[in-house]
């Protein structure tokens, strides 16, 4: 959701909304005091809430800046398509399967 709503903030082109983009898109890289890859990771629950919480509270701002209803059926139609392609992929898997 706080990359969708970053990539919607981004095509606007406001000057005011450069620092929450910035923060957010920090964050969306995934700090390394969080984890550095999928085998390595921090075992601190209060990281992974502090971390959440800042997501959050970016989300919540960019939503706030750019309109909820807005923002919502950006994500919304970025979720359908994703769910569209996986079902794509899905099929052709199930297809090449029955094939053969």
């Known amino acids: 959701m706080l990359q969708g709503a970053v990539e ?17 898109r920090r964050l969306l890289n995934v700090p390394p005091e ?13 990281l992974y809430l502090l971390t959440r919480r800042e997501a959050y509270r970016l989300l919540d701002t960019l939503r706030n800046v750019l309109g909820n209803q807005i923002v919502d059926n950006f994500i919304d139609s970025c979720a359908a398509n994703r ?3 996986l079902q794509e992929q899905f099929e052709a898997r199930v297809a090449k399967f029955t094939r053969n």
Do not use: F, Y
Request: negative net charge; aromatic residues 6%.
């Open 34 to 46: 969080v984890t550095t890859d999928l085998a390595h990771w921090s075992k601190d629950p209060d």
């Open 83 to 85: 769910q569209r392609w």
């Open 8 to 24: 919607l903030a981004a095509e606007r082109s406001d000057p005011a909304l450069q620092p929450t983009i910035e923060r957010a």
